[in-house]
């Protein structure tokens, strides 16, 4: 395959998803797709798993299920770490979690709330600060760069690590 002089190719893998997310969703139809996945998948509907939705919906950082299950606790004190767990694992099935891996070892989740657009991350190594970020000159170079060669992105992640301005 030819690659464009200053490029090299790694595999990306898409997060697996069931194919109904859109940019800019609103919280109700985020919820609605779960529960139509969690029909599909023949699962029972319950209020723990609504609460630890709800709270990790409303989230606005990249959470471990330890610091979900900690916010959860607040609302409802009888969920374990288990039922966590395996909400954020059905929650990043249908695509509506993103599992991150920030060199740290934790799993962190994130989701993109309804105003944002998509964004990327600087990790610091020393102290693990995770900064996200938004620039559309970035943006519009991995488009031509796509278009280029002939190349059709659905999905997409950048992560930039080194030292923030406290650890330097």
Do not use: W
């Not at 464009?4 to 194919?19: D, E, N, V």
């Not at 409802?76 to 509506?96: D, Q, S």
Request: with cysteine; net charge positive; aromatic share 8%.
């Amino acid at each position: 395959m030819k690659v464009a002089a200053g490029f090299s190719l790694r595999k990306i893998t898409q997060p697996k998803g069931c194919g109904y997310l859109k940019p800019n969703m609103k919280t109700a139809d985020k919820k609605d797709i779960l529960n139509r996945y969690i029909h599909e998948k023949r699962l029972k509907q319950t209020q723990q798993r609504d609460d630890i939705v709800d709270t990790f919906l409303k989230t606005r950082s990249h959470i471990s299920v330890e610091e979900l299950l900690q916010e959860v606790r607040k609302k409802n004190p009888k969920i374990g770490y288990a039922t966590v767990y395996r909400t954020m694992k059905l929650l990043a099935e249908c695509g509506l979690a993103f599992e991150r891996q920030f060199g740290d070892g934790q799993t962190r989740y994130e989701h993109l709330p309804a105003e944002d657009a998509h964004h990327d991350h600087l990790i610091c190594t020393k102290c693990g600060r995770i900064m996200e970020f938004e620039n559309k000159k970035i943006e519009q170079l991995q488009k031509d760069v796509a278009e280029q060669m002939n190349f059709k992105v659905t999905f997409h992640k950048l992560e930039l690590y080194g030292l923030c301005k406290e650890c330097r």
